[in-house]
């Protein structure tokens, strides 16, 4: 069964440091999602990507963050200079269908990112 | 804006135990209504989905009944075994705007004992 795929599973960085976090989305599927999951807190909502552009994202989504699909296969996540709050579990997600109702979103496992 | 409320775990259970997890939702619209599962070591994954009033969702033994009246899409399962044992994620997706932002809840660990 095809899957949502993610590297590093855990990533260490000190701040101010950047880091990039890979996906590999669901290869038919045309939208894509980054989520975070602060530890003890809700998953949260970052961006969806549709078309090589931005579709919607969050508040917490700011000019720190950018997305990228640089390739027919990969989806990144960039953070420009880490900052100690940005340490969560980052989840990529994949959806099929531009026409669907309800359009079913596929998780990768997550990566942990450690801001030290 | 939207949100989930969701039963606070952890939520410890003896196998065959009658499963419920209550969780309730906020939204602007008719919300689309999701379970999502995460077991250890893996990603979040779809247990089951309403998206209208009154629909129910089922999947390997797990039920949850779309309640607008409620504003309410509980989880239940009847007889839990060990292999149930995960987090799980109740979430809504907006009819409008938002349509493809899922607004999760804080999550409910289940732990099901032999």
């Known amino acids: 069964e095809p899957e949502v795929t993610q590297t590093p599973s855990h990533q260490v960085t000190q701040m101010g440091q950047e880091v990039i976090l890979r996906c590999v989305p669901i290869?038919?599927?045309?939208?894509f999602y980054w989520y975070r999951q602060i530890l003890g807190q809700k998953v949260e909502f970052l961006v969806s990507?549709?078309?090589?552009?931005?579709?919607?994202k969050s508040e917490i989504f700011d000019d720190q963050f950018s997305v990228e699909r640089p390739d027919g296969s990969n989806f990144t996540l960039k953070i420009r200079s880490t900052k100690l709050e940005d340490s969560a579990m980052y989840f990529c997600a994949s959806s099929e269908s531009l026409a669907a109702i309800v359009d079913t979103q596929y998780f990768g496992p997550g990566t942990r990112l450690t801001v030290l | 804006g939207d949100s989930v409320t969701q039963m606070e775990g952890p939520v410890t259970l003896s196998e065959e135990a009658f499963l419920t997890i209550n969780c309730t939702y906020t939204?602007?619209?008719?919300?689309?209504l999701f379970w999502y599962v995460q077991y250890p070591g893996e990603g979040l994954q779809l247990l089951l989905k309403a998206t209208k009033a009154d629909d129910k969702g089922s999947n390997k033994g797990f039920e949850a009944t779309y309640r607008k009246e409620t504003t309410s899409f509980h989880l239940e399962k009847g007889s839990v075994q060990v292999s149930d044992s995960a987090v799980y994620f109740c979430?809504?997706?907006?009819?409008?705007?938002?349509?493809?932002?899922?607004?999760f809840g804080s999550g409910t660990q289940l732990t099901v004992l032999p």
């Open positions: 990507f549709y078309n090589n552009e931005i579709s919607e």
């Open positions: 939204a602007t619209g008719y919300p689309s």
């Open positions: 979430a809504l997706s907006g009819r409008s705007g938002s349509a493809r932002q899922l607004t």
């Open positions: 290869s038919n599927h045309l939208y």
